[in-house]
């Protein structure tokens, strides 16, 4: 393991020199109350010592650049090269977001042709791109239907229906959005139960979320009638559409009857996780709830762009525009798909995991039948016999050189183990990692202890997690020793 | 024209085969109950691809209708901020190890981010003075919503106390993030740049989840809470400040003045303008709120052999384990961000960065002074410091000048009229930071002054 | 401002100590004896160092008065091409690994090096059609040298044969490079864009070490050599062609010709313009020359364990072991560079390729035959096909056209006048690539239309 | 270890679509002869298959920026990285060499500049940018040599002496600019024997060649007499200025005599080496030397630069005008170092070496006394004993985490191990590597057999050489299969 930036600092050390003048000019004009008195306890080290530091823990990370990773729900996918070069364009990269509009045409063209395609491709008549992630997109969308029910002076609608197999951010969002969640329980097959949601549905329901398709990597079969029962309810209809990698040129969320749908554009359009982040959620909606959006809203007159703040809006969700830099990509990819290539991305998305799925019968259990959507959910409680979890199967999936499923969600399925392949992984990567995953599934049951011991191969073994949590340690102490 | 689908015609056919399927199409069964009669959707609008070349082509060209920084020079700041980004940062951020890899869940695999994630939070506790920090929010303004979240989960309470020297937009942003919370939002008055010590005291009650204070504040000013700490404790509120970390390497910080919780818009820390995103937001607390607080935290342990590693901890608060019970709904955050925040600080290390902070403040003072020689300029607030932003009073409408200097190629202060109302109308927040060169400055000066005094 | 010395003041007073000096000066005590009584150099022009973004501003400032392919569209060859290049190039060539290895001597730390150059060295051979290349030489006017050189020591004579198609400049470097050398260089000249196979038949003699060919030729002409191999082998030399590495996509190459050797200019494989370098030699050989040619060779062997692994080998022919009998000076060479262009070729793959070049090919003979609509303009050498460049004869001085096109954006065809005299100076010779637009292609054409038919 | 590309190819897959046109186009209207019949066997791969293939592979090498690389005579140090964003300029990268000097003004301005800074260190009053490595360099300079003398009319200037010790691309130059050399042995202080330089020096000589300071790491105590007795004898001097890092901005070649000089970019003046290359060479001459400098020259005229090629000149050594990218960086540093930067960066390298030189002795035997200049040569012959070389030391270095010393160079030294720690390194890792390399040397000795096995660590184990260089396998012979 390397030792942290604070274990290598040697308190003198110079890095980068940058533009600036010496801090004693400071400290001799400012009041001294309002100056720092604190050292301050940032590493001291030269460029190099940095640029090792870095690309040496760039080794022990590993990315779709260097291993397959079929992690479900997170679409990790190849992002294409070129897409790093748009936010490296000066007229975006360096452009200060409070400029006036007439400094930012090219930008608010960008978006605004962005706005255009999704709401095309989602079937929505307004699009905002403000939400800084997929479940800030859900947050937004919430407080769009508070909006929608105040403004229809219904305030009696508090309740929000979530499946229980739901992406844990549905729940929490409607919980920020000032909502009590009631659960749908899923039926046998692992979608939602219609008489649960005929019975769960009232005059108190304000949004029904649900994931299409589901986090089990299934289509609802009875999905259309769902949509009819929550319309005639008077609720609002949300669609969580992270997995939009599955259905995108294919079928449109608009067309199926929901009002409210944000999709994760670090899924699907482009932009690489980034180890967590940055993201956006742009967030489409029907005609009747578009007076509700965000501000600043994009406007088109003639050939001018120029940006809004209607009355109606919930406000702002976040500072400027949104996360411009991220969501150019998204521009770019659909841009250079194009119609054909964004139906094929789809297709082939569900080709590979039905084809992986195929290739994995007979290992694990899966949880659903039939085709699967682009992802499939297996589950290794069977393997409990053994005293192992879905986690030990991960961290030998580690050793085998891959990066690991999902595992424990969907929290339905016991000992989940969740694989999304995606469209950019080669026959050959499939097949070898189902040669891989079966003959770990036969080592762990004829070698379990062999398995708890995994991953070896990795830079550390697991990590002791339970002390981590007790008494956590989240700053270095050796920034405090170098005081 | 690309599409990134690695397989060959005869895989395609190879994989087909066993799943029993006669072409690729056969796979829409997989919605088949759900295809609306509508028909498949019109596509036409994407058109037919791009290959890399004409996209390019198409991107720079709309580049070129933004005024970036290339093309204007920057004297606003106002939340976003023009410093010097050292080369090295993009080459380390941009490693594909880093960039294409997912949140840091299982250990193992992950070593480099979880570790660059720990040091990026220690990096940020100790600029702002506290215990700890967590891996990243969205921006500052939703760093700001979250942590007055944390009060009033922690207190029970239902009033929140903002400074009016908080940006504007963030208290839109708060009171966006509080509309479905019996939550009400008051504003401290600034007097002469800082909070009203008098209005503060007076609304300081048994109801108050908390204060939010801001320094520099949007006007620019240094903001001083002597005090203000014990105020609130004693009412059972909590202190939060909003600070900018660049000028923290040389402002007293929140820590020092007392607070409990500390956010902040990380975009100084190495990030460009970005025209307005992805941002960086930080937030900061005491030990006692670690249980409290949102996001995602790495921590330090050890593994089987005893060696020092680094995993995802105290998950218990998050959304994905608690559910509507969670410290708040988020997931992805801006951990790439983050850790080119820490990237950037690493190279500047402590002196690198007061070094930079101190150039801000001395251009800006410099600005400062030689605008006010104008005739018909002052200074608003003139008895507080400030440090790298200011407000002007001009002769004229801000908005005149401010469009008189685009022309000449400078991004000059911030008309505060849309922003705070008519009566700003005449006033402007200008702001100089560390790269705005003596020749830059004097420049500007002229133009202003001629424009002024024509 | 910056020198990159990681030293704290106490660790260098440390070091001082344990060699017992005083200050670092006295380490010039090592030169002392050698010191110039002229005392220290004055270098005051030097100046007082710049941090980055100064140094940025100046070399961005120098960039703006280039006229470079941002700011006139390409028509234009002769050596140098405007290709089309993907974005994961770069990507992938700066990562730090590579960019800052050096020449792998050691074969356990520098697998993925020596790994791509036997991908280099492979993706060469192929695509000119031989046994074998090698890990690349400084260009390709010093490949073409080199090349020559194996021949004269393998044929042990003095008479070198070059085609009037190899690149006028290209062969003055041949002859700077054979100038210590007793031997003669000599032109056989091309009759309609191919070379004269009387004058050819006539020259090739016993003393002839090599004929070089060029295809295309330096007038884009695509020259033909059935039987020359035959011929040339018969009088005991050796043939040599030189080849433009993208046409080859497309056209016979070099191995499909007979020839021993081959060179190229490996630039259009990725390379930018780069103003004229670094560019990338490329040579290639038949088995039997393996011990002759100069430069690095990577080889595929196994490790102790079986495992297949990569060595620099059959180094005895180089300057680091075999000094002044070594087949070559050559150590540093462009390593890099030829990764490069391996990962460029790895992209596009051999579909990719054809498809590029045959771009080029439609292009270039789209522009060719819209200018030769213009009243006065007719193309030079009609009866020969020509790949992507073609020399047209114009009604009056080229270089007047040329700098008129440059007023406008558009950097037209090479006059020829400066290069092969008077007599070609209403001659121009014109490229378009892969990456011309339609559009380009029409405006270029109308405006040297307008200039040509006032 | 990594399969290569052909071995990975899969028939029919596709990368990066290119502009361009499909290619039937060209073959129906291209006569069959000038058409390539064979196939193009280049590998068939998706982008992401490119991407890993070479990400994967960047694991498999160790560069400055990864580790330690103290390999004599190669000055391996950091590399600024804002350096790597000068030929990234649009202006620079993007220029056509072929354009009129109207067009380049930017680019000869830079270049003359360079060239005017490097005349000022070097004491040299004209310099050619336009070879394109040290050797390059050495050729260039030595058929400036012959020019020289034919100018004069004086043809019996046949030789060129050499130590012993100098590098092999000196004696292979010399050869290839057609002169015959005649090495000089070196005296028991490694430098070079005054006598046996008295008695090779003759009117047939042409050119002294002498490395400074050696590539012992030794300033030669004779030198100015050397450098006078060779002007006496009528002969040229030229300088192998590599080691320029030594004495950057404390020394000046020309100020000591020297006529000719050369020194290497890609060491001194931040050019990463990038595996081999690219480098560029510089020369710089005395003023009696400029008229042959090599074609095309740079002239000012006023504010205006252009490009001109004397009669006298030795012709072009190259294609186009320099690498132009390569210079751009040496231009850039030493920009950025400034007077004061320059100085320092070559006390600090004679520093960390003779710091090093203490820290290592009592492990191996030092060739040379005293203070050494930017390096030091170790003897590791005494190993012999142990059936050791010096190559079997730089494994288990490779084992402890480092790049391994310069072996087998200068070849006057038995076991020869060159090292070179560069002024880029901090004391910390010097301190490191000392005592590791005083562990492996006590391993040597009482473990040899342990060591003859090394490296363990890396990605493979010692590679047969032996049958490499047999029957070598120089092109993927997958590469034909795939045909
Ligand atoms: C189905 C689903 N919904 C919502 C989210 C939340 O999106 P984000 O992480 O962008 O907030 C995710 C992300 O993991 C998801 O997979
Ligand atoms: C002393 C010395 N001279 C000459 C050279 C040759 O330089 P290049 O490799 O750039 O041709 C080297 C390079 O290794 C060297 O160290």
């Known amino acids: 393991m390397e030792p942290t930036l604070w274990q290598k600092s040697r308190p003198g050390a110079r890095g980068v020199f940058p533009p600036g003048v010496p801090p004693e000019i400071f400290e001799t004009r400012c009041p001294e109350g309002l100056r720092r008195e604190s050292p301050l306890s940032l590493p001291e080290l030269s460029e190099l010592d940095v640029v090792r530091h870095f690309t040496r823990l760039s080794h022990l990370n590993r990315g779709v650049d260097t291993h397959f990773y079929p992690l479900g729900s997170c679409t990790m996918k190849y992002n294409p090269k070129i897409m790093d070069r748009i936010p490296e364009i000066a007229g975006f990269r360096d452009l200060h977001p409070r400029i006036a509009p007439e400094g930012m045409q090219g930008l608010l063209e960008s978006l605004y042709t962005l706005e255009e395609l999704l709401g095309h491709l989602l079937g ?46 549905n729940p929490a969002s409607a919980a920020m959005g000032g909502f009590s969640v009631r659960v749908l329980p899923s039926g046998n097959d692992g979608g939602v139960d219609l008489a649960h949601l005929e019975e769960a549905l009232s005059e108190r329901t304000a949004l029904v979320m649900m994931t299409v398709p589901s986090t089990l990597g299934i289509f609802e079969k009875d999905l259309l009638k769902m949509v009819a029962m929550v319309k005639a309810s008077g609720a609002l209809l949300y669609m969580d559409g992270a997995n939009f990698n599955a259905f995108m040129g294919l079928l449109r969320p608009g067309d199926l009857g929901f009002d409210i749908v944000h999709i994760n554009t670090h899924k699907t359009l482009a932009t690489p996780h980034g180890g967590g982040g940055p993201g956006s959620g742009p967030v489409g909606v029907k005609a009747h709830l578009a007076p509700f959006l965000p501000s600043p809203r994009i406007r088109k007159e003639g050939e001018r762009f120029s940006l809004v703040s209607p009355k109606t ?171 | ?81 023009d410093h010097f980004i050292p080369a090295a940062v993009s080459a380390l951020v941009g490693r594909g190890e880093f960039l294409t890899s997912y949140t840091p869940y299982q250990p193992e695999a992950s070593q480099g981010l979880l570790q660059a994630i720990f040091e990026f939070q220690t990096a940020i506790a100790r600029l702002y003075g506290m215990d700890l920090a967590n891996a990243s929010l969205y921006d500052g303004a939703t760093a700001l919503a979250e942590a007055v979240l944390v009060a009033v989960r922690e207190t029970e309470r239902s009033v929140v106390l903002l400074s009016e020297g908080i940006d504007p937009e963030y208290r839109s942003v708060v009171e966006t993030y509080l509309e479905g919370m019996s939550v009400r939002v008051e504003v401290i008055p600034l007097e002469g740049g800082k909070t009203s010590r008098s209005a503060l005291g007076k609304s300081v009650g048994p109801n108050v989840a908390c204060f939010v204070g801001a320094t520099p504040t949007f006007l620019g000013t240094i903001d001083q809470f002597e005090g203000v700490s014990d105020l609130l404790h004693e009412a059972g509120g909590l202190f939060i400040i909003h600070a900018n970390p660049h000028c923290l390497a040389l402002m007293k910080s929140p820590g020092e003045w007392g607070a409990d919780l500390a956010t902040g818009e990380g975009q100084p820390l190495g990030l460009p303008l970005s025209s307005g995103g992805p941002y960086l937001g930080l937030l900061s607390a005491r030990k006692k709120f670690v249980r409290r607080i949102p996001g995602r935290l790495a921590g330090l342990t050890k593994d089987r052999e005893g060696r020092q590693c680094f995993v995802l901890t ?136 001629h424009y002024l005094v024509h």
């Open chain 2, 1 to 81: 024209m690309a599409d990134f689908i690695p397989h060959t015609e005869s895989e395609t056919r190879e994989m087909l085969d066993l799943l029993g399927l006669d072409t690729i199409e056969d796979l829409l069964s997989v919605f088949s109950q759900s295809m609306p009669a509508s028909g498949p959707p019109d596509l036409s609008p994407l058109g037919g691809g791009k290959d890399e070349r004409a996209l390019m082509e198409w991107f720079s060209s709309r580049g070129d209708r933004n005024l970036s920084s290339s093309r204007a020079v920057v004297f606003r700041g106002a939340g976003a901020y």
């Open chain 1, 124 to 169: 929505m008549e307004a699009v905002t791109l403000a939400p800084a992630a997929g479940a800030h997109g859900e947050l937004t969308g919430i407080l769009i239907a508070r909006r929608y029910f105040e403004s229809r002076g219904d305030r009696g609608r508090t309740e929000i229906l979530i499946p229980d197999s739901a992406h844990g951010t």
């Open chain 1, 313 to 483: 809006s919930i406000g702002p969700i976040r500072s400027f525009i949104g996360s411009s830099l991220v969501l150019l990509r998204a521009l770019g990819y659909l841009q250079m798909l194009g119609a054909e290539g964004v139906r094929r991305v789809a297709l082939y998305a569900l080709l590979n995991a039905n084809y992986l799925r195929a290739r994995l019968s007979g290992t694990l259990p899966r949880t659903g039948s039939g085709l699967c959507a682009h992802e499939f959910v297996l589950s290794a409680k069977e393997l409990g016999a053994e005293g192992l979890h879905a986690s030990d199967l991960a961290k030998e999936i580690l050793d085998a050189g891959y990066y690991a499923p999902t595992i424990s969600f969907p929290l339905i399925v016991p000992e989940a183990m969740m694989i999304e392949p995606t469209e950019t992984e080669s026959k050959e990567t499939l097949d070898r990692f189902a040669e891989d995953f079966r003959k770990i599934v036969e080592r762990a049951r004829s070698n379990p202890s062999r398995v708890k011991e995994a991953p070896r191969r990795t830079p550390v073994s697991r990590p002791d997690e339970v002390s981590a949590a007790r008494d956590p340690v989240l700053a270095d102490p050796a920034s405090l020793r170098a005081l």
């Open chain 2, 314 to 449: 105290l998950q218990a608060r998050e959304q994905h384990i608690r559910r509507e019970k969670a410290n708040s709904n988020i997931c992805s955050n801006e951990t790439l961000l983050a850790l080119q925040a820490l990237v950037y600080m690493s190279l500047l290390g402590p002196e690198g960065l007061r070094r930079a902070a101190a150039g801000s403040w001395s251009n800006a003072h410099d600005l400062c002074s030689r605008l006010r020689t104008i005739p018909g300029v002052s200074l608003v607030n003139p008895d507080a410091d400030f440090f790298h932003e200011f407000v002007l009073e001009l002769p004229l409408e801000a908005d005149d000048l401010s469009r008189h200097l685009l022309q000449n190629g400078i991004l000059g202060g911030l008309p505060l009229g849309a922003l705070l109302g008519p009566a700003w109308g005449r006033r402007m927040l200008w702001c100089a930071t560390e790269v705005r060169s003596e020749t830059e400055i004097a420049r500007t000066v002229e133009i202003v002054r």
